[in-house]
């Protein structure tokens, strides 16, 4: 494996795509109207998934020029990389295998790395994530009063929670009698409002934290035993003792954590922690041992169905040449729009309500993957990296930001999702509703493309004064995604595709996609700054004025 990234702005292919960029103009119109078969040709299937990338700013020769900028950098050599467990998370010196997470039992040939069989391990954890989900679905698994879980409480923060409650309200209809809340910001309301209405005697917490160590997860977890200890002695059902309060932590508490000692130390006992390897990175998590609140709310099976679906993802991925594959056009085309056509942010548009939580968890996956200003051997970035992501669902999407879309100045490529099958088909009498959502779905990529000229609006007999008010310029970027309905098997295609467009994009701008130091200064200092919160005059006095003056403010002012 080289030990420098190819300089992506050195290339060929990167000097054609500047000068091609210098002579370019978009128009989706004259395109479209050349071309009757350009939507045919430019629309790609991957697993379940209809991809149509027509309405993308590009052409047959900015795809030729971006699949040679692919080739010209090695992002083939670098997915083989991956897939093989090479060590391309270079800082941390690991491999990087959420890929492995659903390779199919008895897989060839198979994966040895670093002289650990990972399909062993993998198999291994997700027999026993099945055999808990089954015993907790089942009522196998009861509490300290004897009482079957109810109600499961997951706390994590980051990629311990964002995979889990994005997949979690995805696969709603799938969820059968278990109810699975989520805790993860340490604002105390968060654990103080979730458990509020809660029966500690049919409640089970799964404390989710690879080092066990993680402060909003632990703090999060010591406030829901506490919460624990005073409902139970409350409700006569313990006695207050040591002992029954340990043996209700152990009937009401596991762990997803590869800590034993700490989770011992907890109370839980280590045969009910689930563990994972540090080759899964946070955000590429929700597939391990940290989906085991899914795997109780959908079951094993429909668990199961889920890792197939990222796997057929990967497989798509890793076989398929760049001109079809799907991720590595997306992620290719994401660079052209960032480094070639001043980009800055990308929009998420799910057309299915159950995706609510979709661009809240790709923010985490694209902006802590991609939010670096160093390349992989830590020499400075040659580019701009990374975009915002972000989104809502449509139609919702509709009445609050697409005015920016449609009519602002900056550019913002846009991926629309939508499924065929709805989870509730509804009529309004003797309207399909479905039908309805989704000819917003269709209409809104088409008034991006193709948008409407001043003579249009004049047609129309608009004032003149206002006509220039009500133009859209079109050829605004849009990719349309389709599948046959929001399944386990089209939720992981979907996850997969966006983190194989952020590796995608990763390797072309020479950055490690798959370490995180930027989240740890501001967790450092909070740490040191604690002490001056709580009343330490030598902490405060070492702060800088502005941070000594908003404590001060805090001290001054906090009631209760």
């Not at 207050?240 to 508490?253: I, T, Y």
């Not at 899914?294 to 199961?304: E, K, N, Q, T, V």
């Not at 479905?434 to 129309?460: I, P, W």
């Not at 967790?523 to 006095?541: C, F, N, Q, R």
């Amino acid at each position: 494996m080289p030990t420098s990234p190819i300089d992506a702005t050195t290339t060929d292919a990167w000097r054609a795509l500047s000068e091609h960029r210098d002579a370019f103009r978009g128009d989706l119109r004259g395109w479209f109207a050349a071309d009757p078969k350009r939507a045919e040709r430019l629309t790609r299937t991957a697993g379940d998934l209809y991809v149509d990338l027509s309405k993308n700013l590009l052409t047959d020769e900015t795809l030729e020029l971006l699949v040679r900028l692919a080739d010209e950098v090695g992002l083939r050599g670098r997915v083989d990389a991956m897939f093989a467990g090479e060590h391309i998370n270079t800082t941390e010196d690991r491999a990087v295998l959420h890929t492995a997470l659903r390779r199919p039992a008895g897989a060839e040939p198979a994966l040895v790395v670093d002289g650990q069989d990972v399909d062993a391990d993998v198999q291994e954890v997700l027999a026993q994530v099945a055999e808990f989900a089954e015993k907790v679905r089942t009522g196998e698994w009861r509490g300290i009063t004897g009482a079957p879980v109810k109600t499961v409480v997951n706390i994590g923060i980051g990629g311990s929670d964002l995979g889990p409650v994005m997949a979690y309200e995805a696969l709603k209809p799938y969820v059968g009698d278990i109810e699975v809340r989520f805790v993860s910001n340490i604002d105390p309301t968060d654990v103080a409002e979730t458990t509020a209405d809660l029966d500690p005697t049919t409640t089970l917490f799964i404390v989710a934290s690879k080092t066990f160590t993680t402060l909003e997860t632990l703090t999060n977890a010591r406030l829901a035993r506490e919460w624990l200890w005073e409902t139970l002695t409350a409700a006569g059902a313990i006695d207050g003792s040591e002992a029954s309060r340990a043996d209700a932590v152990a009937h009401h508490f596991v762990a997803v954590s590869t800590a034993l000692d700490k989770v011992e130390a907890f109370g839980i006992d280590p045969t009910n922690a689930f563990g994972f390897w540090d080759w899964v990175g946070g955000r590429y998590s929700v597939d391990s041992a940290i989906g085991l609140a899914l795997a109780i709310a959908i079951g094993p099976d429909a668990f199961g169905e889920l890792l197939e679906g990222f796997h057929t993802m990967d497989e798509h991925f890793r076989t398929t040449p760049f001109e079809q594959n799907v991720p590595a056009l997306m992620g290719l085309l994401n660079v052209w729009y960032v480094n070639f056509l001043d980009a800055h942010s990308h929009a998420v548009l799910p057309y299915a309500q159950h995706l609510h939580r979709f661009a809240a968890y790709l923010q985490q996956l694209t902006m802590e993957s991609n939010g670096k200003s160093v390349r992989w051997d830590g020499s400075p970035v040659t580019s701009q990296t990374g975009e915002i992501f972000w989104g809502e669902p449509g139609t919702n999407g509709q009445h609050a930001f697409y005015q920016l879309i449609h009519q602002g100045t900056r550019l913002v490529p846009a991926d629309f999702i939508a499924v065929a099958t709805p989870a509730h088909p509804l009529r309004d009498g003797e309207a399909d509703v479905h039908e309805l959502f989704l000819s917003n779905f269709f209409a809104q990529t088409k008034a991006l493309a193709f948008g409407k000229t001043a003579d249009e609006v004049r047609a129309e007999g608009t004032p003149e004064a206002i006509v220039p008010a009500r133009v859209f310029s079109g050829n605004r970027p849009t990719t349309s995604i389709m599948a046959p309905a929001l399944t386990p098997a089209v939720l992981g295609q979907l996850v997969a595709l966006y983190e194989h467009i952020t590796f995608v994009q990763g390797i072309v701008w020479g950055i490690n996609s798959f370490d995180q130091w930027g989240v740890e200064l501001g967790k450092k200092l909070a740490m040191e700054i604690a002490p001056a919160i709580s009343g330490d005059d030598e902490a405060l006095a070492a702060q800088d004025a502005s941070t000594k003056g908003l404590i001060e403010y805090y001290r001054a002012h906090r009631t209760r």
